[in-house]
């Protein structure tokens, strides 16, 4: 296993440093540089070879490679192996015009960079499956659902331009500044237009930054019929219905939606109705939790009123949480807001609700477990705010972490009215280190399922678009990384070296061909711009003594340049250290545990 996992991390790297030093190579041989020495990897010699003038070898450590040139000053490398042969003066590097040497140094990066859409490329071409820009769920609330889209509408275009996947119209829907959107639709077959108002939400992005972007309250995955059985005076929980339970048919008719049990339910409000169940049963806990799949038959009386839970007396306090430091008009306002809600329901579902708002699982030492929330417990309202479905994963992920919040949970009969604080934890996910996250410790029922894949075939035209396409984003937001790395909004733990890069070879190559092409793209991309910084030994630092000669009209000193050189390699060394911490914090876990 190891072993694999080894030549896939080879393969990544070295196909990487084999390109950017061939790019220095065959720039160099093309303006007449002596090259005494092609090298993949640093250190000592494993595999050498000399062929005319140039020694090509493989070295012990493969984080890199160089291409040395004959009369370059400062070198970060000797030649070792067999004597170089003799120096022409008219082929040294510092023979060459200036422009010359720039296109030299250049050609490492700009051949990663050339390699990227090619990667893309071939990631891109042939068959794809994908996801079509299908509506799975409407969200309840939302703008699409008052502009009346329903589940299984096909988009066929948003503002006039054409969409082929579901990414495509949340791209540009998010984007947009408008107050609406015009969409194209085919619903049972007929092609129809509908304007769709936009909504402003925040959300964290591919570098952990807050964003404000527009939406309409379409998913493209779907809510399953597990179910949230809270009140045991409903006829579901009479009937042995429970929360967590799937319902797999009614009647006999299969059911894959939530909403395909709403419909059921409602129309057969009047009567009893048999449903097929799936139940889990969870056999061992601890280290390994077990949960083996029943099935049962349960039988659904009619529809009957429900009596609403009442309010438990007073609020519990959170730690540290003083009741004067809640206001009443919070308090209040979330207790209406919960009891909206719970008067919206619908008796017809006999009691029956989604189990997205359901707590399934409480994390030890969370602000959820010292107050007491236990599974089985739905949370119904936040800040003055109903808690549908959706929002109860993702309103609790943000905000201020001195800030105090109410909620109100429901609890068989009884409404429970909390006042707490988010807790601040590391995230210790391998590829998330560094960044910190809130957490109320209460994590809902995962509920949902995918929707519908549809395989396509990206021609040789079509996939040449969409590889250039992929490395224009990379490219911008791999410049946007950096950027906020050096302004500190982005913390440095998350930076990975060696390790992650092995980590990431193996996990894509388990995850398919396409994947492991994806990240050897995102890599090459982030190794061209890497070596353009401004930092001696670096292709960067080659360039920025070339401007400072041109500036100046004269060479900057040899002494200059070898201190520059040193001050380099120090950088780099102190550089190569903190990553390679950080990538031993970010998997001791893995490793020990």
């Given at each position: 296993?190891?072993?694999?996992?080894?030549?896939?991390f080879?393969?990544?790297?070295?196909?990487?440093?084999?390109v950017?030093?061939?790019?220095?190579?065959?720039?160099?041989?093309?303006?007449?540089?002596?090259?005494?020495?092609?090298?993949?990897?640093?250190?000592?010699?494993?595999?050498?070879?000399?062929?005319?003038?140039?020694?090509?070898?493989?070295?012990?450590?493969?984080?890199?490679?160089?291409?040395?040139?004959?009369?370059?000053?400062?070198?970060?490398?000797?030649?070792?192996?067999?004597?170089?042969?003799?120096?022409?003066?008219?082929?040294?590097?510092?023979?060459?015009?200036?422009?010359?040497?720039?296109?030299?140094?250049?050609?490492?990066?700009?051949?990663?960079?050339?390699?990227?859409?090619?990667?893309?490329?071939?990631?891109?071409?042939?068959?794809?499956?994908?996801?079509?820009?299908?509506?799975?769920?409407?969200?309840?609330?939302?703008?699409?659902?008052?502009?009346?889209?329903?589940?299984?509408?096909?988009?066929?275009?948003?503002?006039?331009?054409?969409?082929?996947?579901?990414?495509?119209?949340?791209?540009?829907?998010?984007?947009?500044t408008?107050?609406?959107?015009?969409?194209?639709?085919?619903?049972?077959?007929?092609?129809?237009?509908?304007?769709?108002a936009?909504e402003?939400?925040?959300?964290?992005?591919?570098?952990?930054?807050?964003?404000?972007r527009?939406?309409?309250?379409?998913?493209?995955?779907?809510?399953?019929?597990?179910?949230?059985?809270?009140?045991?005076?409903?006829?579901?929980?009479?009937?042995?219905?429970?929360?967590?339970?799937?319902?797999?048919?009614?009647?006999?008719?299969?059911?894959?939606?939530?909403?395909?049990?709403?419909?059921?339910?409602?129309?057969?409000?009047?009567?009893?109705?048999?449903?097929?169940?799936?139940?889990?049963?969870?056999?061992?806990?601890?280290?390994?939790?077990?949960?083996?799949?029943?099935?049962?038959?349960?039988?659904?009386?009619?529809?009957?009123?429900?009596?609403?839970?009442?309010f438990?007396?007073?609020?519990v306090?959170?730690?540290?949480?003083?009741?004067?430091?809640?206001?009443?008009?919070?308090?209040?306002?979330?207790?209406?807001?919960?009891?909206?809600?719970?008067?919206?329901?619908?008796?017809?579902?006999?009691?029956?609700?989604?189990?997205?708002?359901?707590?399934?699982?409480?994390?030890?030492?969370?602000?959820?477990?010292?107050?007491?929330?236990?599974?089985?417990?739905?949370?119904?309202?936040?800040?003055?705010?109903?808690?549908?479905?959706?929002?109860?994963?993702?309103?609790?992920?943000?905000?201020?972490?001195?800030?105090?919040?109410?909620?109100?949970?429901?609890?068989?009969?009884?409404?429970?009215?909390?006042?707490?604080?988010?807790?601040?934890?590391?995230?210790?996910?391998?590829?998330?280190?560094?960044?910190?996250?809130?957490?109320?410790?209460?994590?809902?029922?995962?509920?949902?399922?995918p929707?519908?894949?549809?395989?396509?075939?990206?021609?040789?035209?079509?996939?040449a678009i969409?590889?250039?396409k992929?490395?224009?984003?990379?490219?911008?937001?791999?410049?946007?990384?950096?950027?906020?790395?050096?302004?500190?909004?982005?913390?440095?733990?998350?930076?990975?070296?060696?390790?992650?890069?092995?980590?990431?070879?193996?996990?894509?190559?388990?995850?398919?061909?396409?994947?492991?092409?994806?990240?050897?793209?995102?890599?090459?991309?982030?190794?061209?711009?890497?070596?353009?910084?401004?930092?001696?030994?670096?292709?960067?630092?080659?360039?920025?003594?070339?401007?400072?000669?041109?500036?100046?009209?004269?060479?900057?000193?040899?002494?200059?340049?070898?201190?520059?050189?040193?001050?380099?390699?120090?950088?780099?060394?102190?550089?190569?250290?903190?990553?390679?911490?950080?990538?031993?914090?970010?998997?001791?876990?893995?490793?020990?545990?």
């Amino acid at each position: 296993m190891w072993l694999e996992k080894l030549l896939y991390f080879a393969i990544l790297l070295g196909a990487l440093v084999l390109v950017h030093e061939l790019g220095h190579f065959i720039v160099a041989k093309l303006c007449r540089v002596q090259v005494l020495k092609f090298s993949v990897g640093f250190g000592p010699e494993l595999v050498g070879l000399q062929l005319g003038e140039t020694r090509y070898a493989i070295s012990a450590f493969p984080l890199g490679g160089f291409v040395r040139l004959a009369g370059e000053d400062a070198s970060v490398e000797t030649v070792g192996g067999p004597p170089s042969p003799p120096l022409d003066p008219a082929r040294l590097l510092t023979a060459r015009p200036r422009w010359q040497r720039a296109a030299i140094f250049l050609a490492g990066p700009l051949a990663n960079l050339m390699l990227t859409p090619l990667l893309f490329w071939a990631m891109a071409y042939g068959r794809n499956e994908i996801t079509p820009p299908v509506v799975e769920t409407v969200l309840p609330g939302s703008p699409a659902e008052q502009a009346r889209l329903r589940a299984g509408d096909r988009i066929v275009s948003v503002d006039g331009r054409p969409v082929a996947t579901f990414d495509e119209v949340a791209r540009i829907v998010g984007r947009s500044t408008a107050p609406a959107v015009g969409l194209e639709i085919v619903r049972d077959g007929e092609r129809r237009p509908v304007e769709v108002a936009l909504e402003l939400f925040e959300q964290t992005d591919e570098l952990q930054r807050r964003v404000r972007r527009s939406r309409m309250g379409v998913l493209s995955f779907r809510r399953l019929p597990l179910l949230a059985v809270p009140s045991p005076a409903a006829p579901a929980h009479e009937a042995g219905l429970r929360s967590f339970d799937q319902v797999v048919a009614v009647d006999g008719a299969p059911v894959e939606r939530f909403e395909d049990l709403e419909l059921l339910l409602r129309r057969g409000a009047d009567r009893e109705l048999s449903l097929t169940v799936e139940r889990r049963m969870v056999v061992a806990e601890g280290a390994l939790r077990v949960a083996l799949p029943t099935i049962e038959t349960v039988r659904l009386g009619a529809a009957r009123p429900i009596p609403l839970p009442t309010f438990d007396s007073g609020v519990v306090f959170h730690t540290g949480i003083e009741p004067e430091q809640v206001a009443t008009s919070v308090i209040d306002g979330t207790r209406a807001a919960a009891q909206r809600l719970l008067q919206a329901r619908d008796p017809a579902l006999r009691g029956v609700q989604f189990a997205g708002t359901c707590v399934e699982r409480v994390v030890a030492g969370s602000p959820a477990a010292d107050l007491g929330i236990a599974s089985g417990d739905c949370l119904l309202a936040l800040d003055g705010q109903p808690l549908h479905w959706l929002s109860a994963t993702t309103a609790l992920s943000g905000g201020d972490p001195r800030a105090v919040h109410v909620a109100v949970v429901e609890r068989a009969d009884t409404l429970i009215t909390i006042a707490f604080r988010l807790q601040q934890r590391a995230e210790r996910a391998p590829l998330r280190r560094g960044f910190k996250r809130l957490l109320f410790g209460a994590e809902p029922a995962d509920g949902f399922g995918p929707g519908g894949s549809e395989v396509v075939y990206r021609g040789l035209g079509a996939a040449a678009i969409e590889g250039v396409k992929l490395t224009a984003t990379w490219t911008v937001t791999t410049l946007v990384g950096i950027w906020l790395l050096a302004n500190c909004e982005l913390p440095f733990e998350s930076v990975g070296g060696p390790i992650m890069m092995f980590d990431l070879a193996a996990r894509s190559a388990e995850s398919g061909w396409r994947h492991f092409l994806f990240i050897m793209a995102v890599i090459s991309i982030n190794l061209a711009i890497l070596n353009l910084l401004p930092v001696p030994v670096l292709d960067g630092g080659h360039l920025l003594f070339l401007l400072i000669e041109t500036l100046r009209r004269h060479p900057v000193s040899l002494r200059a340049r070898e201190i520059a050189t040193l001050v380099g390699l120090s950088l780099l060394l102190i550089l190569m250290v903190a990553v390679m911490r950080n990538d031993i914090a970010r998997y001791w876990d893995q490793w020990f545990n």
